[in-house]
């Protein structure tokens, strides 16, 4: 990322003072900023309810922790072009004097009526948000208007439909930016060079060479401060409507007319509405225990902050997926997510089917599947699995892995996904975006699960903090002669439901047990 941003603009972010705006917004346009990508041309308006001062909010933004790389005279160039406007969005009604003030920075700054707004607040407050920025004028007047808000986008299908007709109130689609933080990774992004620019990989991705796929997001975290909102949404909404399913379209899809925004999210579309209604049994949720996390004990998810002693929130979700096309029949999508796992790191695993003519037995010892494995955090990069030769005189085979290592290949700090994103805001492109009909398409699948996990019995919890998850999911995958890849790293770990003892881990792709 070194071209300049070329327009002025102006960045206005309500709800400054949240966690999201001191953790990832005010760092990235700090970097953007500190890299000369977008320089004076670009203040930042931050608004909050808090009745403080301009240096009062640039101390309470703590860059020492956020940004404790930072160089101390661009960070004092960075803060002076960030202003402070304090609003009540559900109790102010001096929209004037708001305008005006916007009217001012501009000025100062030439902007010329462009203008980023930011609405790091809770749905909730949508509606409010949008009222301000009409009664206030700040849509009206020359210059391009945009818009950028997070997930969740709605709790269900009917609330997203709602969500989207506020925002659609006053802006076209071609204005919205939906914010996925995992499409900003450059690994997810990776996956369309990966595909589409070798034909190593771009032949064999398909049913006539996959076996099934899995992707993977695991956390060692908890819920940390985000019990009152987890304890509503639980897993499926948190990480699988939104997150798994959005790397799974990027997996699935077919090559675009171009890379053009709209041709990309087209067949990301595509393959959301080809996805086969799921079955009650291809459904797994689980909900962590006590347990231990690199040797310290936890406390089970039930007696978390602002979680409810009785929940029946799921922390845990593992899907079967199936995707109703040709490229895809017959090859099944193995979805899991969870807190409190052993390990956190999010991978896609494409596992190939045997080959046509075995020479050697299947139970020949140290033989495993060959695996396409792309890595998304925490070691990013490609991993190819194969079987050679064990040095001896016999003929045994022995796992082998080939890599590519993004940090070692490329030798130079990659901007963080919030960085990339918010510059392709600035920019004007929306590849990295989820459109409406995409968002609309993943509700519709997710409903119907999330009927299911509402009327199942659960026994809560079913697995231990520290384990893989509940016994369940290793039952989903190995009923279909499956087994689930694990990262390499990982030893003594196990499935558990909190009633037997734990099992070994199923070691792969050059792991030796």
């Not at 004092?76 to 004037?96: H, N, R």
């Not at 070692?408 to 920019?427: K, R």
Request: glycine share 6%; net charge neutral; aromatic share 10%.
């Amino acid at each position: 990322m070194s071209k300049k941003i070329s327009d002025n603009s102006m960045i206005i972010i309500f709800g400054a003072t949240g966690n999201l705006a001191k953790r990832k917004l005010i760092p990235a346009f700090y970097h953007l900023y500190a890299k000369e990508v977008a320089r004076e041309n670009v203040p930042i308006v931050c608004i909050a309810r808090k009745l403080i001062t301009k240096d009062q909010f640039a101390a309470l933004l703590n860059p020492e922790e956020f940004i404790p790389e930072a160089n101390q005279k661009t960070l004092s160039e960075f803060l002076g072009q960030v202003y402070y406007y304090p609003m009540d969005l559900q109790k102010d009604t001096a929209y004037s004097d708001f305008a005006e003030f916007i009217s001012k920075v501009d000025d100062t700054h030439n902007c010329k009526g462009r203008r980023i707004f930011y609405l790091a607040l809770p749905p909730s407050l949508f509606e409010p948000a949008v009222g301000i920025l009409q009664s206030s004028n700040l849509l009206n007047g020359e210059g391009w208007k945009r818009v950028v808000f997070e997930k969740p986008f709605g709790y269900d299908l009917a609330s997203a439909r709602e969500l989207n007709k506020c925002i659609y109130s006053v802006f076209k689609e071609e204005e919205i930016y939906r914010i996925d933080h995992y499409l900003g990774k450059e690994a997810v992004q990776n996956i369309l060079a990966l595909r589409f620019a070798n034909s190593i990989f771009e032949e064999v991705w398909d049913n006539r060479f996959i076996d099934h796929v899995q992707i993977t997001v695991a956390e060692k975290i908890g819920i940390e401060t985000r019990g009152a909102y987890y304890d509503r949404a639980g897993a499926i909404r948190d990480m699988v409507q939104n997150h798994l399913l959005q790397v799974l379209s990027l997996a699935a899809m077919e090559s675009p007319g171009s890379l053009n925004a709209d041709d990309i999210r087209d067949e990301k579309v595509r393959v959301l509405r080809a996805l086969e209604k799921i079955r009650p049994e291809d459904v797994v949720v689980g909900q962590y225990g006590q347990g231990t996390i690199d040797g310290e004990k936890v406390l089970p998810y039930r007696k978390e902050r602002l979680v409810s002693p009785g929940s029946e929130t799921e922390t845990y979700a593992a899907l079967k997926v199936s995707i109703n096309n040709k490229r895809w029949k017959r090859v099944p999508f193995y979805l899991r997510t969870g807190k409190r796992l052993v390990a956190s790191y999010a991978e896609i695993d494409l596992v190939l089917k045997d080959v046509s003519y075995r020479l050697f037995p299947k139970q020949e010892p140290g033989g495993l599947p060959n695996v396409i494995t792309i890595r998304i955090q925490p070691d990013e990069g490609v991993a190819i699995s194969f079987n050679a030769k064990h040095p001896g005189y016999e003929m045994k085979l022995h796992p082998a892995t080939m890599e590519f290592c993004r940090l070692c290949q490329f030798d130079i700090n990659s901007p963080e996904a919030y960085e990339t994103l918010l510059y392709e805001i600035m920019s004007g492109d929306q590849t990295l975006f989820t459109r409406w009909d995409g968002v609309e398409a993943s509700w519709r699948y997710m409903e119907p699960v999330l009927r299911i996990v509402k009327n199942r019995k659960k026994e809560f919890p079913n697995y231990a903090a520290g384990t893989f998850g509940p016994e369940e999911a290793e039952r989903l995958i190995k009923r279909d002669g499956r087994e689930w890849c694990m990262p390499r790293k990982i030893e003594n770990a196990s499935y558990s439901s909190l009633k037997s003892d734990t099992r070994p881990l199923i070691f792969g792709r050059g792991s030796e047990p």
